[in-house]
C-alpha cells in the first residue's frame, strides 16, 4: 500500500520561511515523479513544484525564486523549502506521486502579514 505522509506545516508571519516533508512509502521511491501543490482556502488544487527521479525540477511562475523542492531518495522523502512567505501562500499543502490519483492527507500553512 503506498502511504504519503506530510508534515512541516504551521503559522508563520509574511517573510518567515518552512520546509514541508514529504514521506513516502510503499513504492520505489527513486523511479518516481513527485510534486507538491496547494489549495488555498475556496479554490482549486495548483501544482507549486515537481521534480523528476533524475532531479529535475519545475516551479509554479508564483513561487519561482521563493520556492525549492528538493528529493533524498535514501529517506524516501521529498522537501518543500518556502522561503519570503507571502499570505497568498495560505493553503493546505499536499504531496502527490505525478500521474497518479495517490495523495498524502495534506499539511496547512497559514501566513500573517
Known amino acids: 500500500q503506498v502511504q504519503l505522509v506530510e508534515s512541516g506545516g504551521g503559522l508563520v508571519q509574511a517573510g518567515g520561511s518552512l520546509r514541508l516533508s514529504c514521506a513516502v512509502s510503499?513504492?520505489?521511491?527513486?523511479?518516481?515523479?513527485m510534486g507538491w501543490y496547494r489549495q488555498p482556502p475556496g479554490k482549486q488544487r495548483e501544482l507549486v513544484a515537481r521534480?523528476?527521479?533524475?532531479?529535475?525540477?519545475n516551479y509554479a511562475d508564483s513561487v519561482k525564486g521563493r520556492f525549492t523542492i528538493s528529493r533524498d531518495n535514501a529517506k524516501n522523502t521529498v522537501y518543500l523549502q518556502m522561503n519570503s512567505l507571502k499570505p497568498d501562500d495560505t493553503a493546505g499543502y499536499f504531496c502527490?506521486?505525478?500521474?497518479?490519483?495517490?495523495w498524502g492527507q495534506g499539511t496547512q500553512v497559514i501566513v500573517s502579514s
Open positions: 502527490n506521486i505525478i500521474g497518479t490519483y495517490i
Open positions: 521534480i523528476t527521479s533524475t532531479g529535475s525540477t
Open positions: 510503499g513504492i520505489i521511491f527513486s523511479s518516481i515523479t
